[in-house]
């Protein structure tokens, strides 16, 4: 089974009219971040926020009459399903959905009010598609694999086409890897457009079923783990996806948390857009393995933005105590009126915030006539925090960060 450039062009042509092309932007402060040329593509801007339209929608336009009114299915923890959702209403094709267990409400929520029904069963996409198989057969559905599709990939592989188009220098395309379909897509447009360039998967060190599969080894039972990358986060990589993308990927780099994190903060700080984990993988990988990309010209795709609010605040703030712009600082000292005060109006004329005080006169390693203090501390960054500890020290009060 194979996958072509006119394959990707005619999916192109379906597509045209039915999703947004969205635009592939130069960003000088990711660009002095990183030390490679960076575009990005802002697949958030789709309406359903992220690149997964494209695959799904090129599959529904090539249904029967018959299986259109038979009505479709999917597996999918939150983008495919919501691309497939949205697209099957318009053309008025029934659609299920069925979602792991823990994926986002958000995701859930977004996927209902497109019109699908959603059923939650499974602690992963491996199990949820296995059930979503069974229902399947049950109701005489036709079953949309989010990746594992020929169809789905000419979809995706429109990404790389526009790109190109938009900034056809570009020398290195950064892709993550879930199932493969994505990169699947994209590699077959981009070699076949420009033969030289490079394609590099990008998977979560969690989840390396890509690069499990490349050296001969079952991924399936070491994979596992609470990613921030749940979209991508896939045990077994699709046999057809690899078939097509393995001959054209040049090289596949594990990225851990951390680096999805600050990816995620980094788009929100600098581009003032809102990404998923799986959907900052691209620039994740830029900022685990900067020999890689430096003075590179990189075509980066936010593939997603439905991420849950709440994990988008503490990936945030997560990466300010990272940057020690909030700080947690331990005083021991004795227990006399003023002591609080004083430590405070220190802080304050440094021009810190404080966030929160928590007070501890029982605790044993405090001598019975002192007390314990932890202070959670806002700075401009961490040569602030050092200056603010350099300032209670030498008044009497010396920190320790905890």
Known sequence: MTLTLDDIRAAEERLRGHIERTPCRRSRTLS??????????????????????????????????AEKKRGVIAASAGNHSQGLAYHAARLGIPVTIVMPRGTPFVKVQQTRNHGAEVVIDGEGYDEASAFARKLCEERDLVFVHPFNDLDVMAGQGTV??????DVPELEVLPVPIGGGGLIAGMATAAKQIKDDIRVVGLEPAMYPSFTAKMRGVNAGAAAGGATIAEGIAVKQVGDISYGVARPLIDEVLLIEEPHFEKAVALYCNVEKTVTEGAGAAALAGLLAYPERFRGKKCGLVITGGNIDTRLLASVLTRELVREQRIVSLRIIGDDRPGLLANVSAIIG??????IEVAHNRLALDVPAKGAEFDLMIETRDAQHTQE???ALRERGYPPRAV
């Open 160 to 165: 790389a086409v526009e790109m190109l188009e």
């Open 32 to 65: 002095e971040i990183t030390g490679a040329e960076v575009w990005v593509k802002f697949e958030n801007l789709q309406f359903t926020a992220a690149y997964k339209e494209r695959g799904a929608l090129n599959k529904l336009l090539q249904l029967t009459e």
């Open 388 to 390: 603010i500890m350099d």
């Open 349 to 354: 004329q440094l021009g810190a915030n404080i």
